[in-house]
C-alpha cells in the first residue's frame, strides 16, 4: 500500500534561519506530488506541485522554493525565513492515472517562526 | 483566487442531528472532492462527485452536485462526536492540481 511520510512533525526556526522540509512517498511511482500550507484555523493554499522529476510548477511568489530530486522525494526550501511563513505545511501525493483520483496527505509539518 | 467556499465557517449539533456543509466553486471543475482534517493532522479524502454526476452515497455521507449553480453540499446523517472535524472541498482547477475552501467546522456534541 502507498504511504506518505513528512518531516520533522514540529519545527521552530528563528526568523532568517533556512528550511528544508522533505516528503516521501512510498508504494507508488510517478506520482504528481503536492506542498500546500494551512495558516491557523483556515483553508490550504496551494504552494507547488510537481509532475515529474525536476518539474516544479509555482502558485504564490515568496520566498519559498520547492525541488523534486527523485521520483518520490519532494523537498520545500527556504533560505531566509519571514515571520508569515510561520504554518502547518502538508505534502500529498496524487496518482496520475485519472482526473478523479484523490489527494492523499502526509500529516504535516508545524512550523513556527520566531 | 480559491475554487471552493464552504459555508457556514463553523457549525455545532448534537449527537444523531444530521449536518450540512455548503460548498461554492468558481470554474468549470472535472470533480468535486469533499475531505476531512481532524485537529492537528492532514487530510483525508471522503467522497468525489463527478462533473456529470448530481448525487453520490458513501456509508452516513450524501454529496450533491449543482454544475449550474456551481455548489456542492455535503450531508453527513445521524452524526456522531467522533465526526468532529473540519470539513473541506476542492474543486479541480485542471488535471494537475486541487484548489481548496477554507472550511467547515463541525462540532458534534454528545
Known amino acids: 500500500s502507498q504511504t506518505i511520510h513528512q518531516w520533522p512533525a514540529t519545527l521552530v526556526q528563528p526568523v532568517g534561519s533556512p528550511l528544508s522540509l522533505e516528503c516521501t512517498v512510498e508504494?507508488?511511482?510517478?506520482?504528481?506530488l503536492y506542498w500546500y500550507r494551512q495558516a491557523a484555523g483556515r483553508g490550504l493554499q496551494l504552494l507547488f506541485y510537481s509532475v515529474g522529476i525536476g518539474q516544479i510548477s509555482s502558485e504564490v511568489p515568496q520566498n519559498l522554493s520547492a525541488s523534486r530530486p527523485q521520483d518520490r522525494q519532494f523537498i520545500l526550501s527556504s533560505k531566509k525565513l519571514l515571520l508569515s511563513d510561520s504554518g502547518f505545511y502538508l505534502c500529498?501525493?496524487?496518482?496520475?492515472?485519472?482526473?478523479?483520483?484523490?489527494?492523499?496527505f502526509g500529516n504535516g509539518t508545524r512550523l513556527t517562526v520566531t | 483566487s480559491q475554487q471552493g467556499e464552504e459555508d457556514p465557517q463553523a457549525l455545532s449539533i448534537q449527537e444523531g442531528e444530521n449536518a450540512t456543509m455548503n460548498c461554492s466553486y468558481k470554474t468549470s471543475i472535472n470533480n468535486l472532492q469533499w475531505y476531512r482534517q481532524n485537529s492537528g493532522r492532514g487530510l483525508v479524502h471522503l467522497i468525489l462527485i463527478r462533473s456529470n454526476e448530481r448525487e453520490k452515497h458513501s456509508g452516513r455521507l450524501r454529496v450533491t452536485l449543482d454544475t449550474s449553480k456551481k455548489s456542492s453540499s455535503l450531508l453527513i446523517t445521524a452524526s456522531r462526536a467522533a465526526d468532529t472535524a473540519s470539513y473541506f472541498c476542492?474543486?479541480?482547477?485542471?488535471?494537475?492540481?486541487?484548489?481548496f475552501g477554507a472550511g467547515t467546522r463541525l462540532a458534534v456534541h454528545p
Open positions: 508504494g507508488t511511482s510517478n506520482p504528481n
Open positions: 476542492a474543486a479541480s482547477g485542471g488535471y494537475n492540481k486541487l484548489i
Open positions: 500529498a501525493w496524487r496518482a496520475k492515472s485519472s482526473y478523479n483520483s484523490p489527494l492523499h
